[in-house]
T-cell receptor
Framework: NAGVTQTPKFQVLKTGQSMTLQCAQD?????MYWYRQDPGMGLRLIYY???????DKGEVPNGYNVSRLNKREFSLRLESAAPSQTSVYFC??????????????FGDGTRLSIL | KNQVEQSPQSLIILEGKNCTLQ??????????LRWYKQDTGRGPVSLTI?????NTKSNGRYTATLDADTKQSSLHITASQLSDSASYIC???????????FGKGTMLLVSP
């Protein structure tokens, strides 16, 4: 029962470097999400994909790009990493959107430090 | 602006005791309210989801209540166990939107 799998689990980058966070779900869910979680703050939505082939900006999209590769996979890319992007990143998936009475299933996060 | 406020920020209780966590929201129009448990170093896990018409829902020793008129919810944990030590996050969905509004969470520590 893999659920939502995120890779890598930890990463340290230098300012200006780029990287892609990977996320895959095996529950045949339509919707996928990328969040960041910072100390003392609630989870904040970066981007989401309501269905395969669509992506939309969330609350804090600046500095990020996403790709919904197929129904299973949703990647998050940092083109030029900045120290302000140091955070824990969570990927989630759900059957439908927020109004659907179905839970979001979360991965265990990628802990990203940018020096 | 849609907001979710949780109290207290943190709480320490003795093993075996009960506790209640609070959530107030200003999300409108309301669709549903969720409670998640997040263990340290892990992703959040769903405990309950309640719609407008539901005023209570249980999941084992966890019981959530919802008062849609006052826009308040509570999560009651009965006979606490050490494994209940975690952050509990209240999340509200607005009707017509695909996204959710998250509270900052209440950090619960159950002490032996």
């Amino acid at each position: 029962n893999a659920g939502v799998t995120q890779t890598p689990k930890f990463q340290v980058l230098k300012t200006g470097q780029s990287m892609t966070l990977q996320c895959a779900q095996d529950m045949n869910h339509n919707s996928m999400y990328w969040y960041r979680q910072d100390p003392g703050m609630g989870l904040r939505l970066i981007y989401y994909s309501a269905s395969e082939g669509t992506t939309d900006k969330g609350e804090v999209p600046n500095g990020y790009n996403v790709s919904r590769l197929n129904k299973r996979e949703f990647s998050l890319r940092l083109e030029s990493a900045a120290p302000s992007q140091t955070s824990v990143y969570f990927c989630a998936s759900s059957v439908g959107g927020g109004t659907a009475n179905q839970p979001q299933h979360f991965g265990d996060g990628t802990r990203l430090s940018i020096l | 602006k849609n907001q979710v406020e949780q109290s207290p920020q943190s709480l320490i209780i003795l093993e075996g005791k009960n506790c209640t966590l609070q959530c107030n929201y200003t999300v409108s129009p309301f669709s549903n309210l969720r409670w998640y448990k997040q263990d340290t170093g892990r992703g959040p896990v769903s405990l309950t989801i309640m719609t407008f018409s539901e005023n209570t829902k249980s999941n084992g020793r966890y019981t959530a209540t919802l008062d849609a008129d006052t826009k308040q919810s509570s999560l009651h944990i009965t006979a606490s166990q050490l494994s209940d030590s975690a952050s509990y996050i209240c999340v509200v969905s607005a009707a017509g939107y695909s996204t959710l509004t998250f509270g900052k969470g209440t950090m619960l520590l159950v002490s032996p």
